[in-house]
């Protein structure tokens, strides 16, 4: 069973609903005995970094989550989830879980690209090149695009752990990978195929991935 | 760098299609689920439905429209039209919907652009603006008006003046249509659409007046548009949402050509 990580940070039913046309069984709840049980955890979330520490930590969850990835299960993290996995987020000045360290970072406030101004948020569908070989990432097309919605941009501190990058006036991991844990800033609930076949992929992953 | 994006845009009344739409082989599609699953199918980029039921049990059915459409398709979708209050946006995002439009309730009510942004995100807020040229006037030194109830009635607004306030209170993007282009399929309103886009920091879908795939490249580069609206030149299939992607595509304009 897949465990969905509710801690009030908007609409998780579009999860549920991708997982459920999959054909998997999940469940999306906040407590932390129910998600004792799951083979599998997705920890989405939209929103902003300093709300979502509160609640995480209101609800035990932000211990929860650091024994859950320690314990080597398989960790998905998707857009809001994917940032507060980090150490540190510039959004709200929240110091975050600390799971994966380095930091997420606003996207500059004049950005450009080919002489046109860009606008924050970068919302809509850019590619990702993915640059490490990794199941959770397997059989996507290449210029495969997915959907973001963002305006904070995570930065891990070691190159090593990117597993895709994506262009967007400046260049920034889209997707992270280590160990036991995978994190995409786009959301792959609302990116049509390539997006379900990551999340196909993931629930079949047994979480391990060697660097 | 991101695609533009191409939106078909369906007209919802009572849990049906206001239009038939034609496809393969010519059959007509009453069923508004039926339809957008086919968009997804060509390559849409995301779907609008706008509702112009206002009755009670109206919304109740389109509510179930929503929820049947979140079961079958994973790109994001607006609904909009008889939203008017921050319960009416949440029933709409919790039964599936990514976003909502908000569009005369906002001019005459405009707080419930920061309360929905406060309670669901500004991602979820899409300002819809009816826009009709009037020419420069003392309250409208932009020269574009806003209308309310689907065009019936002039406020008095400047168009631009609006779009900038919407932002600061929480929009996070704009649905633009001009009236005058509505319904023409003569192409979009150029300037207008690039005179609120060089305003605003949020993305622009451009809405109203498309006819030809050269109308979208026209709106998507001189419009600076960062989206546009489509509606009776793929619902009658003059052109699939693939068709009009490929000339893009091939004019330079990058759109997500892989599905």
Known sequence: MIGVVDYRAGNLTSVARALAYLGRECIVTSDPRILDGASHIIFPGVGAAGTAMANLREQGLDVWLRQWAAEGKPLLGICLGTQVIFEYSEEDDAGCLGIVPGTVRRFPGELQAGGQRLKVPHMGWNSVAFCIDHPVFSGLAEGAEFYFVHSYYPAPSAEGWVAGWTEYGIRFSAAVARGNLVAVQFHPEKSGRPGLTILENFCRWGGTYAQ | ?259
């Open chain 2, 1 to 259: 760098m991101l695609s533009k994006r191409i939106i078909p845009c369906l007209d919802v009344r009572a849990g049906k299609l206001t239009k038939g739409i034609k496809f393969l082989g010519n059959i007509d599609i009453g069923d508004p689920v039926e339809a957008a699953r086919e968009y997804y199918e060509q390559g849409a980029d995301e779907i609008v439905f706008y509702d112009i039921t206002a009755s009670a049990e109206g919304r109740a059915i389109m509510i179930d429209v929503v929820r049947r459409v979140a079961e079958r398709i994973f790109i994001p979708f607006s609904v909009g039209g008889g939203i008017r209050t921050v319960e009416d946006m949440r029933q709409v995002i919790l039964a599936g919907a990514e976003k909502v439009s908000v569009n005369t309730e906002a001019v005459l009510n405009p707080g419930i652009i920061t309360e929905g942004a406060r309670a669901f995100g500004s991602q979820c807020i899409v300002l819809g603006m009816d826009v009709r040229k009037v020419g420069e006037t003392q309250n409208t030194p932009s020269g574009y008006e806003m209308v309310i109830h689907g065009g019936r009635t002039a406020t008095g607004i400047d168009a631009l003046w609006w779009a900038a306030e919407a932002e600061r209170l929480g929009a996070g993007e704009i649905c633009l249509n001009s009236i005058d282009a509505d319904g023409t399929q003569d192409g979009y309103e150029i300037d207008l659409t690039a005179l609120i886009s060089g305003r605003v920091r949020i993305p622009v879908i451009a809405s109203g007046g498309a006819g030809r795939p050269e109308h979208l490249y026209d709106v998507l580069t001189r419009g600076q548009a960062d989206a546009a609206l489509v509606a009776s030149m793929v619902h009658y299939r003059t052109y699939t949402i693939t068709q009009i992607k490929t000339y893009l595509q091939d004019r330079g304009v990058k759109t997500r050509m892989r599905w």
